[in-house]
């Protein structure tokens, strides 16, 4: 491995990890990017960068931290430290590959920087020693990685070519006495195999065959599946002419099966956090925009009037108006008005603290069956108050009816980070919260798709396909659920923290049985620009309807990821000379990575406006202008319009909200390039204000200063 650039940045006053990034990313002689870093001091400059290139080049970070003690160690005195298990979810959400040991950063830059990705995450491996290839077998397992199944009709075929003594199974054990002809046999058939994502190669210093000779064979395998293949080669000085000959054909080759493990492990976990970058969510039946004005006005007067924490009712409209369910009923009164409001709510009831501050959201809960139980139980609720720090506590309670027979308990809040702001935590209520910290985590704007994966990704997701006889749930109202939260949480940079619990699945029904939210004592009204989000969230300012000039209505909206079938029907319907004029080449087919660079994008650095027009129930993307921001204080654009609506004032509109997009993000020039005999477009920006600066090779080159 060399070095392209090594920085130290110190204290960042000046230039910190998203400067770093988008440097580099730029830089043509840098293939990775590793970073060693202790924290972020601006995670949206941060979360910005490595999504914008995460794609092309892959990012590895070791991070420290990751215990309380260590975190106290290494953060400045007086600096508070960020919760590790967020980094580790921002990490993921931008595609950024994390590893535990100073040595894994450069083992996995050699093999995210091999020819081949793996389609999964099954790994077959084949070696000469039963033993070794049980021990990279058992760190792959502890590691959560995937032995791969064999197919019957690989077992069959590797019988046919390997020895009566061979293993019959995943993995692959050769035999002491295995030669190259052997290994590449066995390497062909194990690559064919559909079960097969990626392939370990383990050789020990037995026989006759020397690792050169294993590295040629390896090499000459044709691999025409291109899955990456990883190798361990074991024993002292004898292995370093066959690591080279591996390293010259940028096969990764390691001398443990650990760290060839945890390089495979590492690479499946750098696809799997790609692929969810790249998924295309499904187009949710959910209302956008639902009515909020009225709330930020109450929010606003609370704040001002110095009310921090919402009562459980005024929480409760919150919910009902993004469209959470709330079922039951939940009253709040001071110790002494509590029996008259348990009367109402009715035995049997659970009290609850309710506290003051969004740092102390913790709450102190009781159940109480019967109005005999009240007095003593409103006693032992005050004595857990008074034990707190002052002000920990309203001297207020909540009043709701206690659990009955539910299926699924769950709970579901959002806190502010130190570093990340705004985070989303969900998990298994009740002792899977509070004993066994079940806790998922996600950084909002949330969509479907990465509203599943948090649920996925929680202790609760295995319960819910049904556990100890009770009904499975119905994950899509969970999702439903998770997204409507993060949109409230959008929305309302003036709320610091929310907490629903009980969140609880009964009768087929998702619904919140008691909620808090508290609020930012800081926070300023007025127009925002999300400073409690560290990824942008969905620009809906640029929303707007418009007619062609024949009169036909459109959409125009900024791209969405779920807009990627759309964008692949427009491109496939394009004509060849179409195709030419915006992509300079007949493309034939767009593949999914492809589609994904259009329309799962980073709305800080690009923007991509589409046209929509409804035809019948259905609708089309007809246009699509894009704008990638440079670092320059200059963007590129470009524009596609569908050809049977072309020459109807669409592309006109296009490049004009584009510019309207430059000047609001304060650029001081748009360029683009045009192909030297696309005349109509060159009239038309000409037309618009730009100046041809430069051609050559067939393409001329526009710009439009802003400024």
């Known amino acids: 491995i060399g070095f392209s650039t090594f920085a130290s940045l110190g204290s960042m006053i000046d230039i910190d990890f998203g400067d770093m990034i988008d440097f580099l990313g730029d830089d043509d002689h840098t293939r990775s990017i590793l970073l060693n870093m202790e924290h972020i001091h601006n995670a949206k400059k941060f979360v910005s960068a490595a999504r914008g290139f995460a794609r092309s080049k892959p990012i590895i970070v070791l991070k420290s931290g990751r215990y309380p003690e260590s975190v106290t160690a290494a953060s400045p005195v007086g600096q508070q430290p960020g919760d590790d298990r967020v980094y580790e979810a921002a990490f993921k959400r931008v595609g950024v590959v994390r590893v535990e040991e100073a040595k894994d950063l450069f083992n996995a830059a050699q ?90 190669v383990i050789h020990t210093a037995q026989g006759n065959m020397t690792p050169a000779d ?43 099966p650990e760290a060839a493990v945890r390089a495979c492990l590492q690479m499946f976990k750098y696809r799997g956090n790609l692929e969810l970058m790249y998924e295309t969510p499904a187009d949710f039946p959910i209302d956008q925009a639902p009515p909020k004005h009225y709330l930020k006005t109450f929010v606003q007067k609370a704040v001002k009037e110095g009310t ?13 108006n993004y469209g959470i369910p709330f079922s039951g009923t939940v009253m709040s009164a001071t110790f002494n008005e509590v029996l008259p409001v348990a009367l109402k709510v009715g035995f049997p009831i659970t009290l609850s603290s309710m506290p003051g501050r969004a740092d102390r959201i913790k ?51 959002m806190t502010r980070d130190v570093d990340f702001n705004s985070v989303i935590r969900f998990g298994l209520g009740g002792m899977g919260r509070d004993i066994f910290k079940d806790c ?9 798709m990465l509203a599943r994966r948090l649920i996925e990704e929680s202790k609760a997701f295995e319960m819910l396909q049904g556990y100890l006889g009770r009904k499975p749930l119905d994950i899509l109202q969970l999702e439903l659920v998770l997204v409507s939260f993060s949109n409230l949480v959008v929305d309302f940079p003036e709320i610091a923290a929310v907490d629903i619990d009980p969140l609880v ?40 309807p418009w007619r062609l000039k024949d009169g036909t209505e459109v959409l125009l909206r900024p791209v969405r990821p779920e807009d990627e079938p759309m964008l692949s029907e427009l491109f496939n319907s394009l ?17 999914h990575e492809m589609l994904t660079r259009f329309c799962n994008i980073d709305y800080d650095r690009e923007i991509a406006i589409v046209a929509c027009r409804r035809e019948g129930d259905k609708t089309r993307i007809i246009g699509i202008s894009d704008l990638i921001i440079e670092q320059n204080a200059r963007a590129q654009f470009a524009v596609l319009i569908q050809d049977a609506y072309q020459a109807k004032g669409l592309g006109q509109k296009l490049i004009d909200v584009l510019i309207g997009i430059g000047q609001e993000k304060g650029l ?17 920006v000409k037309r618009l204000g730009f100046k041809e600066i430069h051609s050559a090779y067939g393409t001329t080159e526009i710009m439009l200063k802003l400024k």
């Not at 004592?521 to 929303?543: E, K, S």
């Open 505 to 544: 699945f009964s009768n087929g029904k998702l619904s919140a049985l008691d909620a808090r939210i508290y609020l930012d004592p800081n926070a300023q009204p007025g127009p925002t620009v999300y400073p409690h989000l560290a990824i942008t969230p969905y620009p809906t300012r640029y929303i707007k």
């Open 440 to 448: 998922a985590i996600g950084l909002p704007p949330l969509n479907q």
């Open 308 to 320: 921090l924490a919402l009562t459980p009712e005024e929480s409760m409209s919150f919910l009902i």
């Open 214 to 256: 294993l590295a040629t064979a390896i090499t000459g395998v044709p691999n025409a599946v291109r899955k990456p293949i990883i190798v361990t080669l074991m024993g002292g000085p004898e292995v370093k002419n066959g690591m080279a000959i591996l390293h010259s054909h940028n096969i990764p080759a390691y001398g443990t």
């Open 111 to 200: 093999v995210l920087d091999a020819n081949y990705l793996p389609g999964g995450s099954r790994l077959a491996v084949v070696g000469n020693a039963g033993t070794v290839g049980a021990l990279a077998t058992d760190r792959l397992i502890e590691s959560g990685g995937v032995l791969a199944e064999l197919s019957a009709e690989s077992l069959t075929k590797l019988h046919s070519v390997l020895p009566p003594h061979w293993s019959r199974k995943n993995p692959v054990d050769l035999g002491g006495d295995a030669d190259a002809e052997r290994y590449a046999k066995a390497i062909d058939l194990c690559l064919q195999d559909s079960s097969v994502d990626a392939l370990l």
């Open 668 to 684: 001081e020039a748009i360029n683009g390039v045009v192909l030297a005999d696309n005349a109509k477009m060159l009239k038309l």
């Open 363 to 413: 709450k102190e809960q009781i159940d109480v069956r019967t109005v005999e139980e009240l007095e003593e139980a409103l006693e032992a609720l005050k004595r857990k108050i008074s034990a707190a720090p002052e002000h920990t506590y309203l001297e207020t309670v909540a009043v709701r009816p206690m659990l009955k027979e539910v299926d699924y308990i769950f709970y579901l809040t």
């Open 575 to 591: 004509s060849k000379q179409t195709m030419i004029e915006r992509f300079f080449s007949p493309i034939k087919n767009m593949t």
